[in-house]
Nanobody, 120 residues
Framework: QLQASGGGLVQAGGSLTLSCAAS????????VGWFRQAPGEEREFVAG????????YYADSVKGRFTISRDNAKNTVHLQMNSLKPEDTAVYYC???????????????WGQGTQVTVSS
């Protein structure tokens, strides 16, 4: 089970940190990804990390602004979002699975989503 939190309303240029807490059968989680979906748009990959090790991967649109990190002791993955832009407005979802991919179908477990709104 995944629980996403940390969304909210922020002005352009501001920062937010999202968290994704995993519970239950975490032993079969190999990767965690963040996706987002704006109204009328498809769900898109934002960032991902392996559950162990240091490998991370970012969408070009957020590279240099967003940072994904893990706290394995707390089974939590964070997404630090800096220099936010109005186009970052979306519902953000965390997802977990046994491969680090950029497509939603590659993930088996999903959190409930948290709204991020960036005002101009």
């Amino acid at each position: 089970q995944l629980q996403a939190s940390g969304g909210g309303l922020v002005q352009a240029g501001g920062s937010l940190t999202l968290s994704c807490a995993a519970s239950g059968r975490t032993f079969n989680i190999w990767a965690v990804g963040w996706f987002r979906q704006a109204p009328g748009e498809e769900r898109e990959f934002v960032a991902g990390t392996r559950w162990s090790g240091s490998y991370t991967y970012y969408a070009d649109s957020v590279k240099g602004r967003f940072t994904i990190s893990r706290d394995n002791a707390k089974n939590t993955v964070h997404l630090q979002m800096n220099s936010l832009k109005p186009e970052d407005t979306a519902v953000y979802y965390c997802a977990a699975g046994n491969r680090l991919g950029v497509l939603p179908y590659e993930y088996s477990y999903w959190g409930q989503g948290t709204q991020v709104t960036v005002s101009s």
